[in-house]
């Protein structure tokens, strides 16, 4: 196990619902990432927070958003729900957001799906 | 733009077979990390190998061992007497020196290890 936990482990929404997805990061890791998996594909990814602070995002839209927390946990948050916003959410983390050769470890992932 | 390719939707052998996973990727740096992770059907992902663009060995890891050839932008990976704890989706993932850590992953190989 990589010492990453995600919670809820899975979640049913409806269509413009918010949800709130949370991520504890790994021992001594200041960095978390955000991925979103549809059934079938490869995760892609959606931001990183490094010190509490957005310094990366992907190609997902403003409704997407999110926090971290001095003790370098992380929320997702997703408003107005879609129905294409069903997939698995996975949380990363990792050393340090500024160096790039650094892994990053997964958790379990929260499954959300949209109704 | 970055990207990556893994041709083989789904592999099926049988346990001791040896199988190899095909990763193609494409990108305009010099500088860029390559990864592989597994992802049993629990869903979290499992880190298997990192490897940046200037080292080009082939590594080998138990009954794991992984390709880079630079001269075709593929980074392949073997397993050896396959088993059927084997049995994942199989990502190849790449990452840029853009100054965060974005993955970019394929869209995976199911492997199925039959007894």
């Known amino acids: 196990e990589t010492g990453v936990t995600q919670s809820p482990t899975h979640l049913i929404k409806t269509r413009g619902q918010q949800v709130t997805l949370r991520c504890s990061s790994q021992s001594g890791h200041n960095t978390v990432s955000w991925y979103q998996q549809a059934l079938g594909q490869g995760p892609q990814f959606i931001f990183q927070?490094?010190?509490?602070?957005?310094?990366g995002r992907g190609n997902f839209p403003p409704r997407f958003s999110g926090l971290q927390f001095p003790n370098y946990s992380s929320e997702l948050n997703v408003n107005a729900l879609e129905l294409d916003d069903s997939a698995l959410y996975l949380c990363a983390s990792s050393l340090s957001g500024t160096r790039v050769t650094d892994t990053q470890y997964f958790g379990p992932g929260t499954r959300l799906t949209v109704l | 733009a970055q990207k990556v390719t893994q041709a083989q939707t789904e592999i099926s052998v049988v346990e001791k077979e040896d199988v190899t996973l095909d990763c193609v990727y494409e990108?305009?740096?010099?500088?860029?990390?390559l990864f592989w992770y597994k992802q049993p059907p629990s869903g979290e992902l499992v880190f298997l190998i990192r490897?940046?663009?200037?080292?080009?060995q082939n590594e080998i890891s138990g009954r794991y061992s992984w390709n880079f050839q630079k001269s075709t932008s593929s980074f392949n990976f073997t397993i050896t007497a396959s088993q059927v704890v084997d049995s994942a989706v199989y990502f190849c993932a790449l990452s840029d020196n853009t100054g965060f850590q974005k993955l970019v992953f394929g869209t995976g190989t199911r492997l199925l290890v039959s007894p």
């Open positions: 490897r940046n663009s200037f080292d080009e």
């Open positions: 990108t305009r740096d010099t500088t860029y990390y």
């Open positions: 927070y490094y010190r509490e602070e957005e310094n």
